[in-house]
């Protein structure tokens, strides 16, 4: 039997030990923001992917934070520990590493802390955290650590390696949504990774699986745990259909792989992208590209918002409404709408204006525009892939 029938499905559950061949800054040097076009080999894997789908990534949490924790816990790192469904114990340093999330700690923890502190100072001011009335004020203790804060603050509670462990939340793979077309790119898949770095409490906080594949993984020798996981999210079935997709910062990332895959299969769907983010100059994200493709015919129509460019700012919602009669237009002709990104505050404010552009520019009362936009949703002509 050829050896490649013979190889394991990679999944969740199996995934797949595959190579990052690029890390490339795709902002400026003058940028507040540093996105990264990463490139995962996937020769081997039999994994497939189509436009639309996510990469699933499983991070390994810095070392620094892995040995400070050792540390302050007293033990070797070679401590036995057993985690939930695991068949043997494992050498905690493995557990802390890739297996267990070190970030937000929980009202569990404040409690076995209290109740194993020996210092007057400490056990006081974590029972003032138990009172009934500082929920409040322990969600915002809590909210500016992470585990390893406690352990620091509160030294005189000292915690066996199981006891600390079992405190932990399983470390969750990462999903990002796919950057490229397998059918130009068929071995490997692309992603736009926003890497996440803020300070709080003092400390440096990073984005674990973000930081893990900018600054801690090795070109072509660090073997990386993915998998694929498939979406119902991706461009129009049918090849005549027009796109609208709005993707401001890394939303833009399932676009760049729907424009390539419509290019590829010939659609003659007309493309239309809304792109946003601070600054031209610094964070346009594939600007070349999407030159070309505009050159090429490929992109009908390119809206783009930069919010830092200008006093006022102005954002991929705004370019929406300026342009609100020829969106309309194509709707109405039958095109399909698609956002791209954060939840709380663009996604919200681009079905807003989906909604007021329906209702002004089709004459439709707000109850009528909302059963309109309902409708697109079940004919699946509006799609969101949003976080």
Not at 7 to 13: F, G, I, L, Q, V
Not at 291 to 318: C, E, M, N, P, W
Not at 339 to 352: E, F, H, L, N, P
């Amino acid at each position: 039997m050829p050896a490649s029938l013979e190889a394991p499905t990679h999944s969740k559950d199996n995934p797949f030990p595959a190579l990052v061949t690029e890390n490339r800054r795709l902002n400026g040097p003058a940028s507040a923001k540093d996105t990264r076009h990463i490139v995962v080999e996937l020769s081997g894997s039999g994994l497939h992917y189509k436009a639309g789908d996510s990469l699933g990534v499983f991070p390994v949490n810095r070392p620094s934070e892995v040995s400070e924790i050792i540390e302050r816990l007293g033990a070797s790192g070679d401590d036995p520990v057993t985690l939930p469904k695991a068949v043997a114990p494992i050498p905690l340093r493995i557990a802390l590493a890739d297996r267990l999330a070190l970030s937000n700690p929980t009202r569990r923890l404040v409690e076995t802390l209290h109740s194993r502190a020996t210092a007057p100072d400490e056990r006081s001011a974590l029972a003032g955290l138990l009172q009934p009335d500082s929920k409040d004020a322990l969600e915002r203790f809590l909210g500016e650590r992470e585990f390893v804060d406690l352990l620091a603050e509160f030294p005189s509670a000292r915690l066996a390696p199981q006891e600390f462990a079992d405190h932990l939340r399983r470390l969750m793979p990462r999903l990002y949504s796919v950057a490229s077309s397998s059918k130009l790119f068929p071995n490997e898949v692309h992603l736009t990774v926003a890497v996440v770095r803020y300070r709080t409490n003092g400390r440096d906080r990073v984005g674990v699986c973000s930081t893990y594949l900018a600054d801690r993984v090795e070109l072509n020798r660090t073997r990386v745990g993915v998998f694929v996981a498939h979406s119902h999210f991706g461009p129009p079935e049918g090849s005549a259909s027009d796109a609208i997709m709005v993707g401001p910062g890394t939303g833009i990332a399932p676009f760049r792989a729907f424009v390539q895959d419509r290019a590829a299969t010939g659609a003659t769907g007309r493309n239309w992208l809304f792109f946003g983010d601070q600054r031209r100059s610094t964070d346009y994200l594939y600007e070349e590209e999407w030159s070309g493709h505009l050159a090429g015919g490929r992109l009908a129509r390119l809206d783009t918002a930069f919010s830092r460019d200008q006093a006022g700012k102005i954002y991929v919602q705004d370019r929406l409404r300026e342009n609100a009669a020829e969106v309309w237009a194509w709707i109405a002709r039958g095109a399909h709408f698609y956002i791209c990104g954060d939840a709380k505050r663009m996604a919200k404010d681009v079905d807003q204006a989906l909604h007021d552009i329906v209702a002004g520019q089709g004459g439709m009362a707000p109850a009528h525009a909302a059963d309109f936009v309902k409708q697109m949703k079940k004919d699946r002509r509006y799609q969101r892939d949003v976080y």
